[in-house]
């Protein structure tokens, strides 16, 4: 690790990486997060009796789109080329909850790990948005990144994957 922050300048200022001497490598990002809610609501979203339309249809791809918007939604993030987005929304009424896993890849410079952030939050935003008229107590939660390959950095994968904060890297280049 190196003492200094890439995006702060030598006088401070936020900056942009520059990328450019790095290789083009295959990168891969997943990440997931949750939105719980009252078991009447999931049971009315699942059950397409949600006024507003269909709400797991309509966050899927509002998430794939904010997927290939990152770069205007995050000051500092590179616009990239993505090859794939992949976006799951998947009820578990245990909870209940609705669970967003995202996978992005590209081929570049820089990660995709943004990428898949961004498409699980907007994602989860939106099924908020679709159905707060029948639940405004919904909770977003448990963002965050769970695997990502490619790059200098090497690969990284959360080993609980439930947000603790354990984790474990590998060094060295793929």
Do not use: F
Not at 22 to 28: I, P
Not at 49 to 73: F, S
Not at 156 to 165: C, K, L, M, N, T
């Amino acid at each position: 690790m190196t003492d200094k922050l890439s995006h702060v300048g030598d006088s401070g200022e936020a900056r942009m990486v520059d990328v450019s001497a790095k290789a083009e490598t295959r990168r891969v990002a997943r990440a997931s997060g949750v939105i719980r809610m009252r078991p009447a609501t999931l049971a009315a979203i699942m059950n397409a009796e949600v006024k507003k339309g269909d709400v797991l249809g309509v966050a899927r791809v509002a998430g794939i789109m904010a997927a290939k918007k990152t770069a205007e939604l995050i000051p500092l993030c590179h616009p990239l080329s993505l090859d794939d987005v992949q976006l799951t929304l998947a009820p578990d009424e245990a909870i209940p909850c609705i669970r967003a896993e995202a996978t992005v890849r590209t081929t570049g410079r820089t990660g995709v790990e943004m990428e898949a952030l961004t498409a699980v939050s907007v994602a989860l935003l939106t099924v908020y948005d679709m159905a707060k008229a029948l639940d405004r107590a919904m909770e977003i939660s448990d963002i965050s990144l769970l695997a990502k390959s490619g790059g200098v950095g090497g690969d990284y994968a959360r080993v609980d994957g439930a947000g603790s904060g354990t984790y474990r890297e590998s060094s060295g280049t793929k």
